[in-house]
């Protein structure tokens, strides 16, 4: 009998409870099924307790990571047990099961699932327990936990905000759960980048946990563990460890050896372990987590899996593939098995794989695995995810190692573009994407577009992090190495020893990115500078390094010998280079299975073999290695062209050219076929071709080919390089023996002059180019002067024999050639007396010209010289220049008649001007509002346009310096014409320019996706054979329209570069300049009405300067110029300006502000509060006095917007005539303390910090843009205008923006062309407006447009003009309404085309300043302009209409505290685009629809804080047939309901507009009877609603006719009338949804019935285009869920079952069926 006692059932339930949170599972389960089985015998299967013990089983399974066991439980609860519950849809168990499967599919990465069941359970626990409830916290915070795993950063900071903001009210400061907040808000700012902020909310955490439990415990250990995680985002490991190793000692005191959490710390430290390359420790932590793990749980566990995954990632990172892969398995097979196909985990293990395969170059293994994970994200988390970037970068790097570059780039480009959309620029993963896309246009020595890709990934890691970061290191590595390949030596040592420094200092000597910079610096010093010791020494550094870190058998230890024999392999040392070949070979043999490096080291011991003269040993090396090759990649490979090329060298160097010849041609094939033309690899084998020829005396096919390899190497090198000196000295050799000696000369001084500029005049090289033009002028006669060249290769070689030993072969070969022409070089001394200390001072035989003439042409070449430097200078700058943003707005609002002009006035100039006006539209002749720039520091009044110049200008002077470039005042400055690149390359190639400048480069970035889509890429002849002519016609006019657009590029580049090159002398101290900071200030009209026409001039980015008259009292109704009173108060007024200004911006961060030394914290956007008519007040006591009383009230009244406030407490005297020098002196004393007050926030504001760079080209573009405004004959613009490309007008799309961008070269990417126009728009230079088809429109001159917008809005009758302008303005003011006519008649006045009258109509729709009525096809069009009737006009009449009782819709005042007007009057403008019929009247804030289906009206009518909303239908006589038009009016409230309908509207028009509060939930209201109050309705979404309720205010039960009238409760119905119910209540098929939804999204064919749901009028036209947009079809069926769940009548769902029943298919006509069923069985079962 014991076992039938409650009591003990409970006991049981608590220990279980106690033994989960100890991980002492199998006791917690064994006493959880006692608890259950006793009562479910006594009690139940559904009672309340049996329900909570299940739950308590489904956490045993969810602390055990056994998500799919917990699901089960889960499900049974929701489907069999929770609907016996009474009121289950409002329930607590409810709440925590939804929370609980949220909990389960998190971990299996069902994120949608996770998120709907969360905020299922926050709603649940808002409705039951209200917002201030521990519950609601955890419930937000798990909310949170799913947007950070979507990468929705900012819903999920709002979320954990939210409940860090409960939790400390709630709990106070000192509260586990105020912990878990600042954890997960610290999480966001870690993935956000923002570490001080992360450290600060995981210290605050911390700081908590350590007050609440000591240091011993296990939220102590998780504290540090999570700081340890953020030390390890910065690459700070050695403070990452010190954190890990803290949370170890602590979860070992509290749980011992063998806990879960003790397991996970070990495999942190060895992830850092990992990370800082201490392979050996990595491995013994991973281990140790594993077998806790494995003694804890079974091996089916999800942390097991994670174990094995990390201990395959460092094998992989060993190269111990076998373990590594063996490892990963496992994990996979795992993570199949308790997740199935679709978890990220899943793709995760897909991905490590792949990366395997790829180490192993098995390319098409591992494509499969990236393809798996690339599936598995896009179905788990759409385009828009890191991870699916992630998938696109892995599938990039696969291409990129086959060489199939075109498809690399364009999985790159789609992974950078994915990583914009999400991070915008400044990100780390938006850099690695550059320096991927970097690294193919390094593989195809595209070394100009490879080093602008690095050079922009380094800005990005700068900007993000400092110098001491270990991606910052790699961006400074891979510059190096493109320098290097460019020959530009001190650059490439430079940025080598930038890098290798950073390693050091974060890594120490021992790791694997250390040895690799040594090895990229022994590359510069053996290839590049010959210096083969210094070689040498970096190399064995590497070795040594990489053999403490992976043993001998490492593909890196591999690679290092192979340098190693290299360097010996240079000096000739052919004994000591061959066994370091033959050790690398082994351990790639040893490493790889089939690998193309091992068929690369059978490539170096055969050179070995061919200069050892062993041609048949170095054939079989090459023949292996070539049948390797073509086994691994096939025939068409770049590793199979080099094998015959090798082939070729051995038969060439045997004299065999018939051999040798094919085995070229071979390699030239395979290298077309495969690269651009323009290629290193192509060069190589026209070279060697031309070799070939040359020796069989075809000297002009040698020479042609020659020539083809000169042009690729000019292009890729530029004329600077070791290659290009080598092919001049071959075409001289071939021109020699052609007897043209002077062409011979030309090519052989040249190449000595290219080695002379890299190596210096002794580089060993140059002995040989000196012999061989001594001997052609020898042949020619010219004794002397070949006796001075010989005389200068002995030079050379005797200082090479003395100075570098490693030589001596070589030069004993060449002292061998040498010694045949000594007795020519003693004969010319003996005949002509020439000493051997004597000898020309030049090479070259010129003609002597005069010192002037010199000096002439040296200034010439100088400012040639500057031209060009400063052309490179304007080109860098504008790409990369990017400094501190220079602009804000600063805007003065109000309400009317409070002196905001005037204060402005003596804002800018300490005095008014008698003949100011007031701010009236109507009455200003030329502005609508006045725009004046000054400088924050000084206080000057300035030019915006010049402004824009000396930036501009500053930045390019700043380039200008840093390049070296001449000083045009210094008449001593050298020019080094070799060391300057040519400003234009030939290109070889018939169809694309011949002439193509290096600033076009930046061009071709953007071209390359759209040249590789529209036309083929031609490789081979073969390619143009099967070529269409019309597809190359095609290709030649699309590279007609290149070459012309590049010419554009070229044209504007230089025009610009020479006007700012003009302006110089204007620009001083550079530096100054770009930091200099301007305020553009704006005085808003402030009428209320004009708060929906201010909408395109608000800015979030600005300060505002709100001002109040200090004689008013806040509850006075505002008083007009006139003297007449508004129906507004000034605290409604205010309350207009706080919430439109407030509202629109999104940030919820805070900034601290010092001023005055008072430090404080804000939030954005900061609103300044200025008091005016202080002249009207008594004294400044009573002033002060009557400033505190008025923020007293604001703070009173409007609390949320204090953080948002600075009070000033400055009151300025406005009255004009009072010129006094004390009011002088007082007004001078306000506008110091303000100027005082500016600068303390612009200093703290983020986006006028220096992290917010803004592109110089932005402030170019800008200046351009002025050209719409500018004089046309103004002369500084005129080369501008003379330009025909380009083409700026008033009105632009976007596509205008960025056809001119790219024209003139300023063109980065669709994202950054609209942050442009976004800022351009938010510092006020411009309107862009984004409309819905993504062309945006852009007004570029402001004023222009400002005075249309006056014209058609005006407030005051016209005094004279035109009758028919002067009669619509009179129709607006008594109806609302405007013509169409109207509108055009002012648009043509202001000579605006049809075309732009079309745009502007569009851009005034859009911002809801006007709305069409009706359609196109109607006699008269008009629009619809609410804001504009006239206040005493029309009074709503009644008189002859049935009339509901008011149900009023708005929000909770802690939420949001006020509806502006501007926020009603779209909302009036989306309801008639609903219902849009001519039949629709205008009142005085008040608009009634008229319903022609449903024969009733809609009034919306605009009262204080909140909308209200009647209905109203013809009053019939009792002769009258009525129930056809009563039932329409019914069915319309009942189940049309469009009170539902407007509050829906009203929440997307809130959250679009109002992002501030975008979570505010609207609610409808009530007005209480007794105290007249309103009163919001709680659970307005279930309708059997009693009409009796509490007033919240007064607390009375009063009976509200409202909810009768709107709610329309099953016993109520319109008054007199008797109508048959439905069969089905709506309630009891939302039930009924609600049960079978999952069923629902995967039966219902959505998109198959989608019409037939259109023509039974369920769904609208714009829902079925909205779900057929829908890419993924189940979105499409989710969305159809919502619509019929929430927004239809009964009789739609029942026409909707009948649809399913009429299916063809069985299982859809079962499901309509069961639908309508389960809706029966809920109504009986309640009866």
Same mark, same amino acid.
Request: proline share 2%.
């Given at each position: ?92 168990? &409810? ?121 011993? @415990? ?376 089939? #690998? ?110 020659? +020539? ?192 905001? $002009? ?130 190359? $016609? ?80 806040? @509850? ?7 003297? @007449? ?47 005016? @008519? ?401 009163? #919001? ?99 499409? &069926? ?15 769902? +029942? ?14 006509? +079962? ?17």
């Amino acid at each position: 009998n014991s076992h039938d006692n409650l009591d003990l059932a409970d006991s049981y339930h608590f220990m279980s409870m106690i033994y989960c949170i100890q991980h002492q599972f199998e006791k917690s389960y064994s006493n959880c099924l006692q608890a259950l089985n006793i009562r479910e015998k006594l009690l139940g299967t559904t009672a309340i307790k049996a329900i909570q013990s299940c739950l308590v089983q489904v956490k045993i399974y969810l602390s055990q990571a056994k998500w799919n066991e917990a699901l089960t439980i889960l499900d049974e609860c929701r489907f069999m047990k929770l609907p016996t519950l009474s009121n289950r849809d409002n329930h607590f168990l &409810t709440a925590t099961v939804y929370n609980d499967i949220g909990t389960t599919y998190y971990h299996l990465s069902r994120y949608k699932e996770a998120l709907s069941s969360h905020q299922m359970a926050l709603k649940i626990q808002l409705q039951l327990l209200g917002n201030n409830h521990s519950y609601a916290a955890l419930s937000y915070y798990n909310v949170g936990n799913v947007f950070r795993k979507q990468s929705k950063y900012e819903q999920a900071l709002s979320m954990y905000q939210k409940s860090l903001t409960i939790a400390s009210k709630v709990f106070g400061e000192n509260h586990i759960y105020v912990a878990d907040s600042s954890n997960g808000i610290g999480h966001i700012y870690r993935m956000q980048l923002k570490y001080d902020q992360c450290i600060s909310m995981f210290q605050n955490s911390l700081k908590i946990v350590l007050n609440l439990f000591g240091e011993s @415990h296990f939220r102590v250990a998780k504290s540090y563990c999570t700081l340890g995680k953020a030390y390890n985002a910065q690459f700070k490991y050695d403070l990452a460890l010190s954190m890990h190793q803290k949370s170890l000692t602590t979860a070992l005191q509290v749980f011992g050896n063998n806990h879960r959490f003790v397991a996970a710390v070990y495999s942190r430290i060895g992830v850092v372990n990992h990370l800082q390359s201490k392979y050996d420790q990595a491995l013994e932590m991973l281990n140790k987590s594993l077998n806790i793990r494995l003694s804890l749980f079974s091996d089916r566990n999800s942390t097991v899996a994670s174990s094995y995954y990390n201990i395959a990632n460092v094998y992989s990172r060993q190269q111990k593939f076998d373990e590594a892969f063996s490892n990963h398995l496992k994990s996979l097979n795992i993570r199949l098995e308790l997740f199935g196909d679709n978890h990220a985990d899943v793709a995760s293990s897909y991905d490590a794989m792949g990366v395997i395969y790829l180490y192993q170059r098995k390319h098409h293994k591992a494509l499969s695995m990236h393809r798996n994970s690339l599936k598995i994200r896009l179905k788990l988390f759409g385009d828009d995810h890191p991870d699916v970037a992630m998938s696109y970068n892995n599938l990039g790097n696969n291409f990129s190692d086959q060489f199939k570059y075109d498809e690399a780039m364009q999985m790159h480009q789609k992974s950078l573009k994915i990583r914009r959309r999400l991070f915008g620029l400044n990100h780390p993963d938006v850099a690695t994407s550059y320096n991927n896309i970097g690294n193919i246009y390094c593989y195809q020595s595209i070394n100009a577009m490879a080093l602008l890709m690095f050079q922009k990934s380094l800005i990005i890691r700068l900007y993000l992090y400092n110098e001491d970061n270990a991606n910052t290191a790699a961006s400074y590595n891979n510059i190096g190495n493109v320098y290097s390949e460019q020959f530009m030596t001190d650059q490439a040592l430079s940025m080598l020893q930038k890098s290798l420094e950073i390693r050091l200092n974060l890594f120490g000597e021992h790791h694997a990115a250390v040895a690799k910079s040594y090895a990229n610096l022994g590359n510069v010093y053996s290839k590049n500078l010959s210096n083969y010791d210094q070689a040498l020494y970096m190399y064995k550094k590497a070795l040594t390094i990489q053999l403490n870190l992976f043993g001998e058998n490492h593909a890196d230890v591999a690679n290092s010998y192979s340098n190693l024999a290299n360097i010996y392999y240079y000096q000739w040392k052919y004994a000591q280079a061959l066994p370091l070949y033959e050790k690398s070979l082994k351990i790639r043999r040893n490493v790889f299975e089939d #690998h193309s490096r091992i068929a690369v080291s059978y490539n170096h011991i055969g050179k070995i073999y061919c200069n050892q003269l062993k041609y048949a040993e170095a054939l079989s090396m090459y023949q292996i290695s070539l049948e390797s090759q073509i086994k691994l990649l096939g025939n068409t490979h770049c590793h199979v062209a080099d094998s015959y090329d090798n082939i070729g060298n051995v038969y060439y160097d045997q004299s065999k050219y018939d051999k040798a010849l094919p085995m070229y041609q071979r390699s030239l094939d395979i290298r077309s076929h495969l690269f651009d033309l323009n290629h290193p690899d192509i060069a190589t084998s026209y070279n060697n071709i031309a070799n070939v020829y040359s020796n069989q005396s075809m000297f002009d096919e040698a020479l042609s080919m020659y +020539q083809r390899s000169l042009n690729i190497r000019l292009k890729l090198f530029n004329s600077n390089h070791p290659d290009v000196a080598v092919l001049y000295h071959s075409m001289g050799n071939t021109y020699k023996r052609q007897y043209k000696y002077n062409q011979a000369l030309e090519s052989y001084q040249t190449a000595v002059n290219i080695y002379i500029s890299l190596f210096g005049e002794n580089a060993l090289k140059l002995s040989t180019f000196y012999g061989d033009i001594a001997m052609i002028y020898q042949e020619q006669g010219k004794h002397n002067e070949a006796a001075t060249i010989f005389q200068k290769s002995n030079d050379i070689i005797t200082k090479n024999n003395e100075s570098n030993t490693r030589h001596e072969k070589v030069i004993n070969q060449l002292l061998q050639a040498n010694d045949s022409h000594q007795d020519i070089l003693q004969n010319q001394i003996e005949d002509n007396g020439i000493s051997q200390s004597e000898s020309p001072q030049d090479l070259h035989v010129e003609d002597k010209v005069t010192s002037d003439a010199t000096a002439s042409n040296d200034d010439k070449q100088r400012q040639v010289m500057e031209e060009k430097d400063y052309f490179n200078a304007y080109n860098k700058a504008s790409q990369d220049g990017m400094y501190t943003n220079a602009f804000i707005r600063i805007i003065f609002a109000g309400p009317p008649n409070v002196g905001k $002009t005037s204060i402005r006035k003596i804002f800018t100039e300490l005095g008014l001007s008698t003949e100011s006006s007031p701010t009236l539209i109507a009455e200003i002749s030329d502005k609508m509002f006045d725009i004046i720039t000054y400088n924050i520091v000084d206080c000057t009044k300035c030019d915006f346009r010049k402004i824009l110049n000396r930036k501009i200008i500053a930045a390019i002077e700043l380039f200008f310096q840093s390049t070296g470039a001449i000083d045009p005042s210094s008449t001593q400055a050298e020019v080094i014409e070799d060391q300057v690149a040519p400003e234009y390359i030939t290109i070889d190639d018939d169809n694309i320019p011949t002439r193509l400048s290096y600033q076009q480069l930046e061009h071709f970035e953007r071209l390359h996706d759209e040249l590789t889509i529209q036309s083929p890429t031609i490789k081979s002849y073969a390619d143009i054979s099967n070529t269409s002519s019309d597809n190359l $016609t095609d290709m030649n006019e699309a590279l007609t329209d290149q070459s012309t657009q590049n010419s554009n590029v070229d044209q504007f580049k230089a025009t610009i570069s020479r006007l700012y090159q003009q302006l110089r002398s204007e620009v001083h101290n550079q530096t100054q300049i770009l930091n200099q900071q301007f305020g553009k200030l704006l005085d808003f009209g402030g009428q209320p009405i004009y708060h929906i026409t201010h909408r395109p001039f608000m800015s979030a980015n600005s300060i505002y300067i709100l001002v109040f008259n200090i004689t008013q009292d806040i @509850h006075q109704p505002v008083q007009t110029r006139d003297g @007449h009173s508004i129906n507004m108060t000034y605290l409604e007024v205010m309350q207009e300006w706080l919430t439109s200004i407030i509202g629109g911006n999104n940030s919820r961060s805070k900034i601290e502000v010092t001023i005055d030394n008072d430090t404080a914290e804000y939030s954005l956007p900061i609103i300044i509060l200025v008091a005016s @008519h202080g002249d009207c007040v008594e004294n400044e006591e009573v002033a002060i006095d009557k400033f505190i009383k008025f923020e007293e009230s604001l703070a009173l009244h409007l609390p949320i917007y204090q953080d948002n406030i600075y009070s000033s407490r400055i009151i300025f005297n406005g009255n004009e005539k009072d010129k006094t020098d004390k009011t002088q002196d007082h007004r001078r004393k306000c506008c110091k303390k303000l100027h005082s007050i500016f600068q303390g926030f612009v200093k703290s504001l983020p986006f006028m910090s220096r992290n917010y760079g803004i592109p110089i080209r932005w402030y170019i573009i800008a200046a351009m843009l002025h050209l719409a405004v500018e004089d046309e004959n103004s002369d500084d613009i005129k080369p501008l205008r003379q330009m025909q490309f380009i083409n700026i007008n008033k009105i632009m799309k976007l596509s205008d923006i960025q056809d001119l961008t790219i024209k003139c070269g300023l063109y980065e990417s669709d994202d950054e062309l609209r942050d442009m126009l976004l800022y351009l728009h938010d510092i006020g230079e411009i309107i862009f407006c984004q409309v819905a088809d993504s062309n945006g429109i852009i007004i570029t001159d402001v004023n222009w447009f400002l005075k249309i917008l006056r014209d058609i809005i005006q407030l005051h009758p016209p005094k004279a003009g035109h009758l028919g302008t002067i009669s619509g303005y009179r129709e607006v003011n008594r109806t609302g309404k405007m013509s169409r006519d109207y509108i055009k008649k002012i648009l043509t006045k202001h000579r605006v085309i049809e075309d732009n009258q079309l745009i502007i109509l569009e851009l005034l729709e859009n911002y809801d300043i006007i709305c069409k009525i009706g359609s196109e096809n109607e006699a008269k069009i008009e629009y619809f302009a609410p804001y504009l009737l006239h206040p005493e006009v029309n009074q709503l009449d009644l008189s002859k209409f049935n009339i509901s009782d008011k149900l009023y819709i708005g929000y909770k005042h802690e939420e949001f505290p006020y509806i502006p007007d501007g926020i009603f009057y779209c909302l009036l403008t989306s309801c008639l685009k609903e219902w849009n019929n001519s039949k629709v009247e205008l009142y005085h804030q008040c608009v009634k629809y008229f319903l022609m289906e449903d024969y009733h009206y809609i009034i919306i009518k605009k009262e204080k804080s909140h909308i209200s909303l009647q209905y109203c239908y013809q009053k019939f006589d009792q002769s009258q047939s009525a129930s056809k038009f009563i039932n329409a009016v019914e069915n319309s409230i009942k189940n049309k309901r469009p009170h539902d309908l407007i509050k829906k509207k009203l929440s997307e028009i809130v959250k679009s507009r109002m992002s501030k509060f975008q979570l505010a939930c609207g609610l409808y209201y009530v007005e209480c009877t007794e105290c007249r109050a309103l009163t #919001h309705i709680e659970n307005n979404e279930n309708y059997n609603f009693t009409n009796e309720l509490p007033c919240r205010n007064c607390c009375m039960i009063f009976k509200s006719k409202s909810i009768l009238d709107w709610m329309m409760p099953k016993e109520k119905s319109l008054p007199g009338l008797d109508i048959q119910r439905p069969e089905i209540l709506y309630s009891q098929f939302q039930n009924a949804l609600d049960v079978y939804w999952e069923k629902f999204v995967r039966i219902v064919p959505t998109h198959e019935i989608l019409y037939v749901l259109k023509f039974e009028r369920i769904l609208s036209d714009r829902e079925v285009a909205e779900i057929k947009n829908y890419s993924d079809k189940s979105e499409g &069926t989710y969305r159809l869920f919502d619509i019929l769940r929430n927004h239809r009548c009964v009789n739609d769902l +029942q026409k909707f079952c009948q649809i399913l029943q009429a299916n063809e298919v069985e299982t859809v006509q +079962q499901f309509g069926k069961e639908l309508v069923s389960r809706a029966k069985n809920i109504k009986l079962h309640r009866q």
